[in-house]
């Protein structure tokens, strides 16, 4: 081979060399080729196509990298043969989502301590956790039976048309039926019990749904109201106080002048109470006249109160009443002048009242 030198060589672009081109090296002593260039020069391949490249370029030999740093919470460590990543962040803690269940959630709890807890009743009252609830639908939060002890009935269904009673330890509740008219709640000794409100004698009782009343009646007849006039055959009362005696009417009659004197004629007043005018007559002094009062009233027991009537205030002490003799339907009464003088004739009034 002929001398050559650099300068009589022709040049090639990096960009023109290929597989067939060949490299020269002389170490002084020995020349030699080197293989192929493409066997000389690597080339790097992109495997995927997602995330960053660690090598950022390659050009006309010169390989560009990226540096791997650490982050918040991660740190990285290089080895002869490795790249280490550590994670590091403040109160995290790994959980294994193969370990968890159905109807868990994360919840945080106030210890700082992350953890899977079922969605249960019990969690979600916990003390840990009261501060998350705040409210709890009873159709759709709670299962089962409400016992009483937490404000339900223990009681799964209830009886229609009733109210609710407890027994004598408050520890059951049970209903008490009221479907019929006239039913009551009264207390008894042993609780709460329904009675049936019933008519006696001479009492109704009726009831009106539609007015909501029920109402309890007395006959006639078995008592006695102020604004009533009753009429009442024999009775024995021990004792009455009253404030007025009214008799059933008042009856009158006019003493004829048939006797001798007029003031001896006989009259007739049936009646328990009634009125005579006497004939007008004067008395002689210290004499005293009879005459019969016929009354079926009178019986050989009554009692007669007897007042006279007269019609001057010179008279009144003259003249004066008394009764001589009472037998069935007859009463024989006197009027007397006991005094020295003669009572004047005079138009006067004998009032009566037969009491038996």
């Given at each position: 081979?002929?001398?050559?030198?650099?300068?009589?060589?022709?040049?090639?672009?990096?960009?023109?060399?290929?597989?067939?081109?060949?490299?020269?090296?002389?170490?002084?002593?020995?020349?030699?080729?080197?293989?192929?260039?493409?066997?000389?020069?690597?080339?790097?391949?992109?495997?995927?196509?997602?995330?960053?490249e660690v090598v950022?370029?390659?050009?006309?030999?010169?390989?560009?990298?990226?540096?791997?740093?650490?982050?918040?919470?991660?740190?990285?460590?290089?080895?002869?043969?490795?790249?280490?990543?550590?994670?590091?962040?403040?109160?995290?803690?790994?959980?294994?989502?193969?370990?968890?269940?159905?109807?868990?959630?994360?919840?945080?709890?106030?210890?700082?301590?992350?953890?899977?807890?079922?969605?249960?009743?019990?969690?979600?009252?916990?003390?840990?956790?009261?501060?998350?609830?705040?409210?709890?639908?009873?159709?759709?939060?709670?299962?089962?039976?409400?016992?009483?002890?937490?404000?339900g009935t223990g009681?799964?269904?209830?009886?229609?048309?009733?109210?609710?009673?407890?027994?004598?330890?408050?520890?059951?509740?049970?209903?008490?039926?009221?479907?019929?008219?006239?039913?009551?709640?009264?207390?008894?000794?042993?609780?709460?019990?329904?009675?049936?409100?019933?008519?006696?004698?001479?009492?109704?009782?009726?009831?009106?749904?539609?007015?909501?009343?029920?109402?309890?009646?007395?006959?006639?007849?078995?008592?006695?109201?102020?604004?009533?006039?009753?009429?009442?055959?024999?009775?024995?009362?021990?004792?009455?106080?009253?404030?007025?005696?009214?008799?059933?009417?008042?009856?009158?009659?006019?003493?004829?002048?048939s006797g001798t004197?007029?003031?001896?004629?006989?009259?007739?007043?049936?009646?328990?109470?009634?009125?005579?005018?006497?004939?007008?007559?004067?008395?002689?002094?210290?004499?005293?006249?009879?005459?019969?009062?016929?009354?079926?009233?009178?019986?050989?027991?009554?009692?007669?109160?007897?007042?006279?009537?007269?019609?001057?205030?010179?008279?009144?002490?003259?003249?004066?009443?008394?009764?001589?003799?009472?037998?069935?339907?007859?009463?024989?009464?006197?009027?007397?002048?006991?005094?020295?003088?003669?009572?004047?004739?005079?138009?006067?009034?004998?009032?009566?009242?037969?009491?038996?």
């Open positions: 081979m002929a001398n050559v030198t650099i300068n009589s060589l022709t040049e090639v672009a990096y960009s023109a060399l290929d597989g067939a081109d060949w490299l020269v090296v002389d170490d002084g002593t020995t020349t030699r080729k080197l293989a192929a260039l493409s066997a000389a020069i690597k080339t790097i391949t992109t495997l995927g196509s997602a995330g960053a950022k370029t390659i050009s006309g030999g010169t390989l560009s990298q990226r540096d791997i740093v650490g982050g918040e919470g991660v740190a990285v460590t290089e080895s002869a043969t490795a790249l280490t990543f550590a994670v590091d962040i403040p109160n995290t803690t790994l959980l294994d989502a193969a370990a968890a269940v159905d109807d868990e959630l994360l919840i945080w709890d106030i210890s700082g301590t992350p953890a899977l807890k079922s969605i249960t009743v019990a969690n979600l009252l916990s003390t840990s956790l009261a501060s998350y609830l705040t409210t709890v639908n009873l159709a759709t939060n709670v299962s089962g039976i409400l016992p009483i002890a937490n404000g009681k799964s269904s209830l009886t229609g048309k009733g109210i609710l009673t407890t027994d004598a330890t408050g520890a059951n509740v049970a209903p008490t039926v009221l479907d019929a008219d006239a039913e009551l709640v009264v207390g008894t000794t042993s609780g709460p019990q329904m009675k049936t409100l019933t008519a006696g004698a001479s009492i109704t009782v009726t009831q009106d749904n539609s007015a909501n009343t029920l109402t309890i009646g007395f006959t006639k007849g078995n008592y006695v109201e102020t604004s009533d006039t009753p009429t009442f055959g024999n009775a024995t009362m021990a004792e009455a106080t009253v404030d007025k005696i009214m008799t059933s009417g008042t009856k009158a009659v006019t003493q004829g002048t004197p007029d003031l001896t004629t006989s009259v007739t007043c049936n009646g328990s109470a009634g009125v005579i005018t006497l004939a007008s007559g004067s008395i002689a002094a210290t004499t005293v006249h009879s005459f019969v009062l016929e009354n079926t009233e009178i019986t050989s027991s009554s009692v007669i109160m007897l007042t006279l009537l007269n019609p001057t205030t010179a008279d009144e002490d003259n003249v004066h009443l008394s009764l001589q003799s009472v037998v069935s339907s007859r009463a024989t009464i006197n009027i007397a002048n006991n005094t020295s003088t003669i009572a004047t004739a005079q138009v006067r009034k004998i009032h009566f009242m037969v009491m038996n």
